[in-house]
């Protein structure tokens, strides 16, 4: 094998990009920032070119694991991070118009519903249920990848399913989810509380997300009538002169928001068969920049 040279570097370099749309998919999920899973994806990109290759049996399982190793460290590095988060933190969203599954086997741990309930896995836990339900690795290659034992593996991704399946109901399909969201926004527009209410499941949440810019509320608002009073009172200001364009985020669609040709955030909102529990504004200018420039 010729290390270093040019025909061995367009080699893994194939290989790489081969292989990359699944290491993405990992890295976002793991960190639910597609801007950090790119940076990540570089690094495990510059490791490749500098490793002997030579002893690498299967390259897949090698980048995986990197990916996978390097995304657990940075990932508790970012719950650090955001402690000193003002106001609550969501996803940065991730435009899925070319790639539904982000490189994955299915669609799983890619709606921000499932992204805010990883947040409350272990890192190992988080790693073991992303390789197992998004990419459905075999228990004894994720026990590899994370250094550990098959049936320690089975245990991670067992807790893992439990802690998510404690706090997730089954969510609708992309195209109900993208009715209730436009159904949504006429109702909000309007400031109409009664159909905001019934839209609402009862343990709805509104979270914005702005990492304390002005005018962006920095609490959870909690229950529908709270949330529907909540957008009745800024119905009559917020929404004048505010131009919508869609676009496809996690697996579902999202409402990019611009007043005067400037952005003022990305809107959107899940839901199961009970309705809409999540209503999710993105107005860190940091976060959403990627999928603006998709519309």
Do not use: C
Request: charged share 20%.
């Amino acid at each position: 094998m010729m290390t270093g040279s040019g025909v061995d570097l367009e080699e893994a370099a194939a290989v790489f990009t081969s292989l990359r749309p699944r290491l993405f998919g990992i890295a976002y999920r793991m960190l639910s920032s597609a801007s950090e899973a790119e940076d990540l994806v570089q690094d495990v990109w510059l490791r490749w070119q500098t490793y002997d290759r030579s002893t690498v049996v299967n390259p897949g399982a090698f980048l995986a694991t990197t990916t996978t190793r390097l995304a657990i460290n940075a990932l508790q590095s970012a719950r650090v991070r955001r402690e000193t988060y003002i106001g609550p933190w969501l996803p940065e969203p991730v435009d899925t118009s070319a790639d539904p599954y982000l490189g994955a086997e299915r669609g799983e741990a890619l709606e921000f519903a499932a992204l805010l309930l990883m947040e409350k896995l272990t890192p190992g836990e988080r790693a073991a249920y992303v390789l197992r339900e998004a990419f459905d690795y075999p228990y004894a290659q994720i026990a590899d990848i994370l250094s550990s034992t098959e049936p320690a593996a089975r245990q991670l991704v067992s807790r893992a399913r439990k802690h998510m399946a404690d706090g997730r109901r089954t969510p609708v399909t992309a195209a109900e989810q993208k009715e209730l969201l436009v159904t949504f926004i006429e109702a909000a527009r309007s400031g109409n509380l009664a159909e905001l209410e019934r839209l609402f499941t009862p343990t709805v949440q509104n979270l914005s997300d702005g990492n304390g810019a002005r005018q962006v509320a920095r609490k959870i608002v909690v229950g529908p009538s709270r949330v529907a009073a909540f957008l009745h009172a800024i119905s009559g200001h917020f929404w004048s002169g505010l131009e919508i364009t869609w676009v496809s985020t996690n697996g579902g669609t999202s409402a990019v928001l611009r007043r005067d040709g400037s952005v003022y955030g990305v809107l959107t909102v899940s839901a199961s068969a009970d309705g809409i529990d999540q209503v999710l504004w993105m107005v860190n200018p940091e976060k959403i920049a990627a999928v603006v420039a998709a519309t």
